[in-house]
């Protein structure tokens, strides 16, 4: 019996939108969080405690994107045609925040608070625009004769809008614990104090997202309520709701932990994610399989990334060993 390429990439490829979401979602964080500390000090060492990895974090957005190309071209096509306005809100946002990031640290003092709105609104917008893709896409592309068949708005939808608001929570949540764990003082009680409420907005928007969905696809439905599914997957949202609990409780006194703890809750949301739309690469019914490039193709392109992806999570790991630890107030960014 032969590999199946098909599904070896479509986990890789899965992993390293997860690493993304995971990675650039607290330095996406950072920056959502800036209105809620006025000291210029602090938002010195805010931008300092992820200077030397936030662009790094963005090879797993490029690697997600090259992967599918290579992989999964007819998704590719069809995903980028359906929710290019979204993506290219994204691509601003990320550019402004990074323009900001590099201007704001060369800036004189009175310029400076200019460049302090353009990261929070850089941030803002790159969040709510993956929220409204990762929205869009589950809600479906209308497709015709192997091609995008819908309209330049149809990724414009109340859910796509509460999924861009529900990320953006989830974004600020991932931030203030990164800086609990990287901070000291009165920046670090700030970031205590803002993230018992920004738990129980993410409990609130996860649970209207797993009502609404299966209300919504009959598919989604059938797989996580009928039965054996119901009792074999009954654990993910026990799970998720004790990792909850526990994050709420080590707000309080904990460093690591509830940074930890909020890694733990992104990553088994997106594991629900992934059980609700598996196999499909398009929603709602076209698969991994019915979208792949030739074997042949995938398995040349699986040579490679099984070299460069070991070499992008040791550099991405050396990162952030060389820059463990609390960021002082001489570790500003400059």
């Known amino acids: 019996m ?9 986990v890789i490829i899965l992993i390293g939108i997860m690493l993304y979401v995971i990675a650039d979602g607290f330095d996406l964080g950072v920056g959502l969080l800036f209105p809620f500390v006025s000291s210029d000090d602090d938002r010195d060492r805010m931008m300092a405690s992820v200077a030397p990895i936030w662009d ?16 999964f071209p007819l998704a590719y096509a069809v995903v980028l045609s359906a929710l290019y306005l979204p993506i290219v809100f994204m691509l601003i946002g990320l550019i402004l925040r990074g ?3 590099e201007a704001r640290a060369k800036s004189s003092d ?9 990261f929070f609104g850089g941030s803002l917008l790159a969040s709510l625009s993956q929220g409204v893709i990762l929205g ?5 592309i209308e497709m015709a004769n192997g091609q995008f ?3 330049a708005w149809d990724w414009f939808s109340p859910f796509a809008l509460f999924c861009g608001v529900a990320l953006t929570a989830a974004y600020a949540l991932l931030g203030s614990t990164w800086l609990i764990m990287k901070t000291d003082d009165i920046l670090q009680n700030i970031m205590r104090r803002l993230t018992k409420p920004l738990v129980w ?15 919504a696809h009959e598919a989604i439905a059938e797989r996580w309520f009928s039965t054996p599914n119901l009792f074999w997957l009954a654990p993910l949202p026990i799970l998720t709701l004790v990792a909850c609990v526990l994050l709420l409780r080590s707000v309080a006194h904990g460093e690591s932990a509830p940074f930890v703890m909020t890694l733990l809750v992104m990553m088994l949301g997106f594991l629900g994610l992934g059980i609700s739309l598996w196999p499909n690469v398009i929603p709602p019914s076209v698969s991994i399989w019915e979208a792949s490039s030739p074997a042949s193709s995938q398995g040349f392109a699986l040579v490679g990334a099984l070299v460069t ?5 040791m550099y991405s790991a050396w990162s952030y060993y060389v820059f463990r630890g609390k960021v002082s107030a001489e570790d500003a960014y400059h």
Do not use: Q
């Open 99 to 101: 323009v900001a990031f």
């Open 2 to 10: 032969g590999v199946d390429t098909a599904v070896i990439w479509a």
């Open 136 to 140: 869009a896409y589950m809600s479906g």
């Open 110 to 118: 009175k310029s400076r608070h200019l460049w302090d709105k353009a």
């Open 56 to 71: 790094g974090n963005e090879t797993w957005l490029v690697m997600g994107g090259a992967a599918l190309m290579a992989a």
């Open 149 to 151: 068949a819908g309209g």
């Open 309 to 313: 992806i070991p070499i992008i999570l």
């Open 201 to 215: 907005m993410l409990l609130l928007f996860m649970l209207v997202i797993s009502v609404w969905t299966p209300l």
